[in-house]
């Protein structure tokens, strides 16, 4: 929400809305440091201009931003930010008996910042108002004009940069006709992340049922060493088990060698667990993109040029298509240019590649998780997986309640059928008819009379496009544990 003055005249525009669209399959979430902004508190945006108005213009120092314009220029259309910080404090500064002008959020972005309060009393013009001016270094003034004394915290909600914290009864004005306080905005600092707050957004990015790409450009930065493994495999026993989602990771900034790109995804892989990995793919090498403060060009992630790209070919083709061969904006160069014995080692290690290619720049060169196991090896039948389970969670959550009889389950197979149909007729399962591209299994088979009667069990074979083997899913409906989807 944004506000502007003129005299006599006080205008507030609020941004169109939009709801979470919990089957789209192209909305990302990205986890990293940004200027200012709410921390561990999810925000929607919808354009880089979201971006900047939520978390103020980028600075340089932070690689999330980065990742976030090149969302957006590659094709993206919706993301959530969690901003991550560590235990910073927020600049405050002392208006009257008490009361505080407080900035919008921690960190030292609001350091300097002007705040202007002039009070005109009662007079023949009318009743007492109050104006407030705000001038933060970097940021667009706000005049907030003629407010009722009465109604200045509530009206500065509007802002994006203050508050207007009270202590006691309503602050002393004094006697005069005009009054004018002129304050100054201190004591903000930054702090980096650790393991804590980045384990923090991580549990909050999974209860957003929208987010189906997830990224962290500032990981590597933040975490050295094992804390940033141990943090990334947290991250995918987290998604994991939603069956709905796929993080892309980027490399630490210090591993930069194959040898040590290697080294890293070892230490990954290393856990054997190839559920696990299916839900991770690796992107690499960073790129080289114009920088956001000066001039020149900045090392950046590709995690956000690819999401962009994922996002893009998602909406032109569908989910199933591979996410590659495609070309990636908003970026000029690679940070290091591999030779092709190198390259051909990343690729047998499953770490997916941006080349640039003679006559077509920078394009995205693979498509696969870390997992070794070919069933859950490439990212085309993990986001397939990914768009079933959500669509099967559409129709299923309605009926967890209700109790398991014949009716019940004809409702659960009808419904799951009409989603695979509409699947189906996207081209996105195989077969030249619906009963060799998918089956539903919900009858006495899998529903024995003894069985609970609050638990009703369905199984789901699809055949995807691709050359590949069934996705096999079972979905358990109890009345004391809700639904699951369990990939067989």
Do not use: K
Not at 165 to 179: C, E, K, M, N, R
Not at 270 to 288: C, F, K, M, Q, S
């Amino acid at each position: 929400m944004t506000s502007a003055a003129f005299p006599g005249v006080s205008l507030t525009f609020v941004p169109r809305g939009s709801d979470a669209e919990p089957l789209r399959t192209d909305v990302a979430a990205f986890l990293g440091r940004t200027r200012r902004g709410p921390v561990d508190t999810p925000v929607r945006v919808e354009s880089w201009n979201d971006v900047v108005d939520a978390f103020g213009p980028p600075d340089g120092s932070a690689a999330t931003p980065y990742a976030l314009r090149g969302f957006f220029e590659n094709g993206g259309r919706t993301a959530w930010v969690l901003r991550v910080s560590g235990p910073a404090a927020t600049a405050s500064a002392e208006w009257t008996d008490g009361w505080r002008v407080v900035a919008t959020s921690p960190g030292a972005w609001a350091n300097g910042g002007r705040v202007s309060i002039r009070y005109q009393g009662s007079s023949v013009a009318g009743p007492p108002t109050i104006t407030v001016r705000v001038r933060v270094p970097g940021e667009r003034t706000e005049i907030f004009a003629g407010l009722p004394p009465g109604e200045v915290t509530d009206r500065l909600t509007a802002s994006r940069l203050v508050r207007l914290v009270p202590d006691g009864g309503p602050p002393d004005l004094g006697g005069a006709i005009s009054t004018t306080w002129d304050l100054t905005l201190t004591g903000g600092t930054d702090a980096e992340p650790g393991r804590d707050e980045y384990a923090t957004a991580v549990r909050a990015q999974a209860d957003l049922p929208e987010p189906a790409l997830v990224a962290l450009p500032d990981l590597g930065a933040d975490l050295p060493g094992p804390d940033h493994s141990d943090l990334v495999l947290e991250l995918l026993r987290t998604v994991q088990p939603l069956l709905d989602r796929l993080v892309v990771l980027d490399a630490p900034p210090d591993v930069s060698t194959v040898d040590d790109v290697l080294t890293w995804t070892g230490a990954l892989t290393g856990t054997g667990d190839d559920a696990l990995l299916a839900a991770a793919a690796v992107y690499h090498p960073p790129l080289r993109a114009p920088a956001l403060v000066g001039t020149g060009l900045a090392n950046v992630p590709a995690s956000g040029h690819v999401l962009g790209v994922v996002a893009r070919l998602d909406a032109e083709r569908g989910p199933h298509h591979t996410p590659a061969n495609a070309t990636v904006l908003d970026a000029v160069d690679l940070v290091t240019d591999y030779p092709e014995p190198q390259l051909v080692r990343l690729f047998e290690a499953n770490v997916d590649l941006v080349r640039c290619m003679r006559g077509r720049g920078l394009v995205v060169w693979g498509g696969r998780t870390l997992s070794a196991d070919p069933r859950r090896q490439y990212i085309a039948h993990r986001r397939l997986l990914h768009l079933l389970v959500r669509a099967i969670r559409r129709v299923a959550c309605p009926l967890v309640f209700d109790v398991n009889s014949p009716e019940l389950r004809l409702t659960l197979v009808r419904s799951l059928t009409s989603v695979l149909l509409e699947t189906f007729r996207t081209g996105a399962l195989a077969g030249a008819r619906p009963e060799q591209a998918f089956r539903v299994v919900c009858d006495e088979e899998n529903n024995p009379p003894e069985q609970d009667p609050a638990m009703v069990v369905c199984e789901i074979d699809v055949a995807p496009a691709v050359p590949m083997e069934f996705i096999r899913l079972r979905l358990v409906l109890g009345q004391d544990r809700g639904l699951e989807v369990i990939e067989s």
